[in-house]
């Protein structure tokens, strides 16, 4: 039985060929790409690319908005999971599957139903036309476009981790005179607290690259809507070299945020 | 330690009492209770019996379809009047089967959680906190979180957590079963001063007779969603209503058919009895009253059955003999004539029982599942 192990031989037979042979095909297909960016990526230019003011200005409007939207989803969209998770209703199905729909959504499609809401003529946008406030072609635009397509991925994720939060946790805190706010606030979300991690890093993925919704809904301009992956799109016509560097540089940072936030949170995940 | 504070907070005067009915899919929850204050009751029964869904009621966890429950002279829930106290307000103490401890939150916040709740600060809140693991005799592990107790430990923090928050009922949920047999005796005992001390209503459930017969006042029997049984412990194990029962306090009982004083049992044993039946009876005895030896003794034949050994094991000081005689019968007998008899496993011998320790009782005994499978 330990002869096995040790040489490493799973026990139970070596895996099918048939269940191998697309494992490996799967994971070439995700790895050539990436190596394409790395291999035909002019390194020599990334210095000027990254001097350049526009990409910076990109850079960082894609850093900003992603991290706004990820804010307001966790300021909306717990509570939203929460609701979902924790109470009883009728709704309730009704809501789930209205928060999904942005999942499966084509992102343009997302940008025009956002131009329908909160457009100068929109279902709300006349009214904050009337009030001074136009939205749509802004920064907030683009926060409004990254939320409405990253939250499903937050309250979804959220939703789960509340879930496996049992609810007996609130029945004892009940017992001992919390009412529910305090409860929520005292047990709950420190409980669910690396679960929230997970959303609020695939929320933020999802925002940093938003490109359908932002471009249909915000625009493409220099400085106030031009995330990363529009000016990419945009430096792709007339520049392919330059635009696989600043792809690489977009993976590179998404990459960057991912490790760090790993050591942050996960390690404390791991540690309980 | 009698260190146990009695606060101006919380409401002993005037008791629980409780008609509680729940309607679930296939089965229903009838059950009245009414228990003064520094009261322990025992709730028995089998598993589905509606032992839990009593507590979570009482706690208000689970709404009641109908009936009335008030503390005192103030109204817990009464459906028919749409009054409902939540369970933060009830002042009830809970400690589930499965603890709840927590878990991002060391011993001592667990415990102060409660004080805190009802709005002490929180200095003031780890000061009772601390005192209370102190009395639970945990204060040395005030630091750690529940990952890092073992389950006696767990188990008293998870005590100490329902007390620091004062409540007038505490409900214990099964409290000694998880734990390792030697530790929960030690807990036991311990429990057993704490529910003296405590000068509320504390319901233990439980599905250990030695929990009922030490820790409790009176004991309850739920069977089927009902109460069918309600005295002291005492009696509830001299003279158990229901075979769940009976059993549980480990006695033996056999079905037989009774004609007069004498009862025809399983494998055509026959018992003769003090007391008078005709038709289907149930006979309970304690295992001490059965004795054992390799031959039949002389004189009367009767209430002497052959049968074959099929286990023997310790029991407290005794051994505990498992004999397939008149259906299955268990007799305690010292180790010294266990060992001078050569009693194993396989061997034959014979089985006699003193008829004036014996109960007969109608099969009316009522509420006995009829479902069971035949005994071996």
């Known amino acids: 039985m330990t002869r096995g192990g040790v040489t490493g031989e799973?026990?139970?037979?070596?895996p099918p060929l048939r269940l191998l042979v697309p494992?490996?095909?799967?994971?070439?297909?995700?790895?050539?790409?990436l190596l394409g960016l790395v291999l035909r990526s002019p390194w020599e230019r990334m210095p000027t690319l990254l001097a350049d003011a526009a990409v910076r200005e990109?850079?960082?409007?894609?850093?900003?908005?992603?991290?706004?939207?990820?804010?307001?989803?966790?300021?909306?969209?717990?509570?939203?999971?929460?609701t979902l998770a924790r109470t009883e209703h009728r709704g309730r199905s009704v809501v789930r599957g209205l928060v999904a729909i942005p999942l499966v959504m084509p992102p343009v499609v997302a940008g025009v139903a956002l131009l329908a809401a909160f457009g100068r003529t929109g279902l709300a946008g006349a009214y904050l036309l009337d009030a001074g406030v136009t939205v749509p072609f802004t920064t907030v635009a683009v926060v409004l476009a990254h939320t409405f397509v990253a939250l499903p991925f937050f309250v979804l994720s959220a939703e789960g981790a509340l879930r496996s939060a049992s609810s007996e946790y609130d029945a004892v805190a009940a017992t001992l005179g919390a009412d529910r706010w305090t409860t929520f606030r005292r047990v709950t979300l420190p409980m669910v607290l690396p679960g929230l991690a997970a959303g609020m890093l695939l929320a933020w993925a999802r925002s940093l690259g938003e490109f359908g919704a932002t471009v249909?809904?915000?625009?493409?301009?220099p400085g106030t809507t031009q995330t990363?992956?529009?000016?990419?799109?945009?430096?792709?016509?007339?520049?392919?070299?330059?635009?696989?560097?600043?792809?690489?540089?977009?993976?590179?940072?998404?990459?960057?945020?991912?490790?760090?936030?790993?050591?942050?949170?996960?390690?404390?995940?791991?540690a309980r | 330690m009698t260190t146990h504070r009695t606060s101006a907070g919380h409401d002993t005067g005037g008791g629980l009492h409780a008609r509680v009915r729940v309607e679930r899919p296939g089965h229903v929850l009838d059950v009245t209770l009414d228990a003064g204050p520094g009261e322990v009751l025992a709730v028995v029964g089998p598993n589905g019996s509606g032992k839990t869904t009593l507590l979570r009621c009482l706690a208000g966890l689970q709404r009641l379809h109908g009936g009335r429950l008030t503390w005192g002279d103030r109204v817990w829930e009464d459906p028919g009047s749409r009054v409902r106290v939540t369970a933060a307000e009830r002042q009830v103490g809970l400690v589930p089967q499965d603890l709840r401890l927590f878990p991002h939150l060391t011993a001592l916040d667990n415990v102060a959680f409660g004080p805190r709740c009802r709005g002490e600060r929180p200095a003031a809140a780890r000061r009772r906190a601390?005192?209370?693991?102190?009395?639970?005799?945990?204060?040395?592990?005030?630091?750690?979180?529940?990952?890092?107790?073992?389950?006696g430990q767990a188990q008293r923090v998870a005590i100490a957590r329902a007390l620091a928050a004062e409540p007038s009922l505490l409900l214990l949920d099964e409290p000694l079963a998880a734990l390792d047999p030697g530790v929960a005796m030690t807990l036991r005992l311990e429990l057993a001063r704490h529910l003296a001390a405590y000068d509320g209503v504390t319901l233990l459930v439980t599905h250990d007779a030695v929990d009922a017969l030490t820790l409790a006042h009176r004991v309850v029997v739920l069977d089927e969603g009902r109460v069918v049984q309600d005295g002291a412990p005492a009696e509830v194990a001299r003279r158990p209503a229901t075979e769940h029962v009976a059993r549980l306090v480990g006695l033996n009982v056999l079905r037989g058919r009774s004609r007069g004083t004498l009862v025809t049992l399983p494998g055509e044993a026959v018992l003769a009895t003090a007391t008078e039946h005709d038709g289907p009876v149930v006979v309970t005895f304690p295992p001490t009253a059965v004795t054992v030896a390799l031959e039949p003794s002389a004189g009367s034949a009767r209430n002497q059955w052959p049968g074959r050994i099929v286990s023997v094991a310790p029991h407290g000081l005794a051994v505990r003999v498992h004999l397939d005689a008149?259906?299955?019968v268990l007799a305690d007998v010292t180790a010294e004539s266990a060992g001078r008899l050569g009693l194993t496993p396989g061997r034959e011998v014979w089985a006699a029982v003193k008829a004036t320790e014996t109960t007969v009782r109608a099969e009316s005994f009522g509420t006995m599942p009829t479902h069971r499978p035949p005994l071996p």
Do not use: K
């Open chain 1, 10 to 14: 799973p026990a139970l037979g070596p």
């Open chain 1, 23 to 33: 494992a490996v095909v799967a994971g070439v297909f995700v790895a050539l790409p």
């Open chain 1, 58 to 82: 990109a850079l960082w409007l894609s850093v900003l908005t992603a991290t706004v939207a990820t804010a307001v989803c966790v300021v909306l969209g717990l509570p939203l999971a929460w």
């Open chain 1, 216 to 221: 249909t809904f915000a625009g493409n301009y």
């Open chain 1, 228 to 270: 990363m992956p529009l000016l990419i799109y945009s430096v792709l016509q007339d520049d392919p070299p330059a635009a696989y560097a600043l792809s690489l540089l977009l993976v590179g940072a998404s990459v960057l945020v991912l490790v760090l936030l790993r050591d942050r949170w996960l390690g404390q995940v791991r």
């Open chain 2, 130 to 151: 601390r005192e209370w693991l102190e009395v639970l005799g945990v204060g040395e592990l005030s630091g750690r979180r529940p990952d890092q107790l073992s389950g």
């Open chain 2, 326 to 328: 008149a259906g299955g």
